[in-house]
């Protein structure tokens, strides 16, 4: 047999291979393999099998593991990677107490970003975005989503999803980008929400014709939009055909939960403060939960929301960085594998499958992207570390050593190709 890549003398192998989403108490059911060894070609993964076989193979490139732990490239499904400025700032006030709604009322938070972000140029932006993705990529993870929402009108909206839709094409990580212009209300409407969110709607078909988006995103928030309001344009979208997304509960109980359930939201995100109906409900849909810990620690919650019962309660459980400039700034997914391990009490099992599998389903992949199985894309990390249960137990470090992304080597001990 030849191969264009041959990854030998793997010591465990976590195939992540169960059909998605991965509900309740299946998400703590994992099966290394062990001693084995995977062969690509043409991109995708060929074959899996004992180490021993590996010696007939005729590889262009052979890659010693070392005994060490490898795993389907990680699946990020959600985060702000497009926007302008920073927001350090603003560490002085949460120190303060300062709750991150009342910054956002005094036109701070995600105004601020908006600003920033309809200042930058088309460019800028770019080259940000291609920088976190490279950062997102030398942590280990080879396929993101991506929303819109620091623009709040028609044209930087726009500006903002073209930009993911290069930063796709330019850089080898794979894309998926969501329309996130419900994200605020622009002070300018602030006495008119629903018009607001009719001008936003009206982008609809604009943002169809030129692909610049599968999914369609709001947040249902205090102060921002209500239940009602996410409920009639998440209806719009589905309308024109996108999959629909929700910030469902982050910070008060509205019932987001519920309404992600009741829209058929391929994900609800957050769900911190999820009502224990809207728990019920999840667990039976196929809305999966993508819980952001990031976010409670960064926002210096003391709950980190019910991912322990969701799970319990038999619902597809997945993780996140949110990476974004105002309440959860990491690219490091693993960081947030660990606090999901300490603070919702997940199991390292648990974790995975909502790193992979599950977060590939979330956004649209199940396909493609989190497993590792005959035919699927060769989206590969090595990592230093013996076992999966290694990764969320040493935190807040990089533990990738290799990343593979469509059987090509991206990453390797140190350099970015
Ligand atoms: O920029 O603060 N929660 N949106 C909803 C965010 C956090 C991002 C931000
Ligand atoms: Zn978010």
């Given at each position: 047999m030849q191969a264009d890549l041959l990854i030998k003398n793997i010591g465990q192998l976590l195939t992540m291979d169960k059909q998605g989403p991965v509900k309740g108490s299946d998400m703590n059911d994992l099966q290394p393999l062990e001693n084995v060894a995977v062969a690509v070609n043409n991109g995708k993964i060929d074959w899996i099998g004992p180490d021993d076989e590996a010696a007939s193979i005729q590889a262009k490139k052979t890659i010693n593991a070392g005994g060490k732990l490898v795993t389907p490239g990680l699946v990020e499904p959600h985060t702000h990677l497009v926007f302008?400025?920073?927001?350090?700032?603003?560490?002085?006030?949460?120190?303060?107490?300062?709750?991150?709604?009342?910054?956002?009322?005094?036109?701070?938070g995600i105004l601020s970003t908006v600003n920033a972000t309809r200042e930058a140029s088309y460019d800028d932006l770019l080259e940000k975005a291609l920088f976190h993705l490279d950062r997102m990529a030398r942590h280990g993870i080879t396929t993101v989503e991506a929303k819109s929402g620091y623009g709040l009108d028609k044209e930087t909206e726009l500006k903002q999803l073209k930009v993911a839709k290069e930063a796709g094409e330019k850089h080898p990580l794979d894309l998926v980008s969501t329309f996130l212009g419900a994200h605020a209300i622009p002070p300018e409407y602030k006495a008119d929400p629903e018009a607001f969110l009719d001008i936003m709607a009206d982008l609809f078909d604009d943002i169809k014709e030129q692909d610049l988006a599968e999914f369609v995103d709001i947040f249902t928030e205090t102060g921002v939009f209500s239940v009602e309001q996410s409920r009639r344009y998440l209806l719009k979208a589905k309308e024109k055909g996108f999959g629909v997304?929700?910030?469902?509960?982050?910070?008060d109980p509205l019932g987001g939960t519920e309404l992600a359930v009741e829209a058929?939201?391929?994900s609800g995100d957050h769900l911190a403060v999820?009502?224990?109906?809207?728990?019920?409900?999840?667990?039976?849909?196929?809305?999966?939960?993508?819980i952001l810990p990031g976010t409670s620690f960064y926002l210096g919650k003391d709950s980190y929301g019910p991912a322990r019962k969701m799970i319990d309660a038999g619902a597809a459980i997945s993780i996140s960085t949110d990476f974004n400039p105002g309440s959860s700034v990491t690219e490091n997914l693993q960081l947030i594998m660990s606090i999901a391990a300490l603070k919702l009490k997940l199991s390292p099992a648990e974790i995975w499958h909502a790193v992979t599998v599950n977060a590939a389903h979330a956004i649209g992949r199940g396909g493609q992207a989190g497993t590792i199985a005959a035919d699927r894309t060769a989206d590969i990390v090595i990592w230093d570390a013996p076992n999966y249960m290694y990764i969320p137990y040493h935190y807040g470090v990089n533990h990738v050593n290799t990343v593979i992304k469509n059987g090509n080597v991206l990453y390797e001990r140190g350099e970015i190709r």
């Open positions: 302008g400025g920073s927001r350090e700032h603003e560490m002085a006030l949460k120190q303060q107490g300062v709750p991150y709604l009342d910054i956002l009322k005094e036109g701070g997304k929700i910030h469902a509960d982050e910070i058929g939201a391929i999820a009502s224990d109906e809207g728990i019920r409900q999840l667990a039976a849909s196929d809305t999966i939960g993508v």
